[in-house]
């Protein structure tokens, strides 16, 4: 009997400490359980933390440039406007012409050379077609223009207008472009300064007023402003600019044997020219 007690003893034992060690290995691998989702759950807040302080920094580097934009854009707003009020109070276009001859080229062929301006950013140039033509009247080769910050261009020939003697050109690159003036609105004894290069001499500037307006020209229509602004040759298919950096014409022709006779296709017929060019070749409107 004390044998069999002392053996039921043994076996009760064994079974207390085996339900503890289980015990204990349960509660070690919940424990760890626990502490495995807790790192989890840490992670994924850690992650959301980068995330949502990424977002914080890319939005805060988003509204910084916009606010570096946005003060440049009024900065060249102002000192536009300070340039057209010293234009119009006074006599000197510096302010103004410094900003347009960036846009205006010097353009050269096998035959001859004049002035062109750049209408487009994509480096569409407008010019007068007797200044691509060769002695015989006909498309002169190796047409160049020279601007005024990235050097000589090879250009290349969309099309042109007979009747108001306008040829559109293309350059590579991106380029500020000139704004053409509602003609409409352009009035006798206005200030204005014709950009161009006059014998060779490339970005030279003169200034006069407007004489008149809707002179007939040699196409017989009624569409060239009269100006006393020395037009030279060299200056054909430059622009005539107005105090606020505006083309108002494209300068043409003069009377040789007059002083202060100077004619520019008004900005109206610049427009239709180009528009039914490159709406012909281009497919395109390029001057709404």
């Known amino acids: 009997m004390p044998l069999e007690k002392h053996h039921k003893i043994t076996i009760g034992g064994f079974s207390f400490v085996l339900i503890i060690l289980l015990s204990m290995g349960v509660f070690m691998y919940l424990f760890y359980m626990k502490i495995e989702v807790n790192y989890q759950n840490l992670d994924q807040k850690i992650s959301d933390l980068q995330t949502d302080t990424q977002t914080k920094i890319n939005e805060l580097s988003d509204s910084i440039i916009e606010t570096n934009n946005l003060v440049n854009t009024e900065v060249g707003s102002l000192n536009k406007e300070l340039s057209t009020l010293k234009a119009s109070v006074g006599e000197d276009f510096s302010g103004i012409i410094e900003t347009v001859v960036k846009s205006v080229v010097t353009i050269k062929t096998d035959s001859a050379q004049g002035t062109g301006f750049i209408i487009s950013n994509e480096g569409y140039v407008v010019t007068n077609a007797h200044v691509l033509a060769d002695s015989n009247g006909y498309l002169a080769g190796n047409i160049r223009a020279i601007t005024y910050n990235e050097g000589t261009k090879n250009a290349e020939f969309i099309g042109f207008d007979s009747d108001f003697d306008i040829a559109l050109i293309k350059i590579s690159g991106s380029y500020d472009s000139l704004e053409l003036a509602n003609s409409n609105d352009i009035k006798v004894g206005q200030k204005v300064a014709a950009i161009g290069n006059p014998l060779g001499l490339g970005f030279s500037s003169t200034q006069g007023i407007i004489s008149a307006t809707e002179r007939e020209g040699p196409n017989g229509i009624n569409a060239y402003i009269q100006t006393d ?21 494209i300068n043409n022709f003069k009377i040789s044997s007059a002083e202060g006779l100077g004619f520019a296709l008004e900005s109206n017929y610049i427009k239709e020219a180009i528009n039914d060019i490159s709406q012909e070749q281009l497919n395109q409107t390029l001057i709404n």
């Open 229 to 249: 602004t020395p037009i030279n040759p060299g200056n054909s298919g430059g622009p005539l600019i107005n105090t606020e950096g505006k083309v108002v014409g």
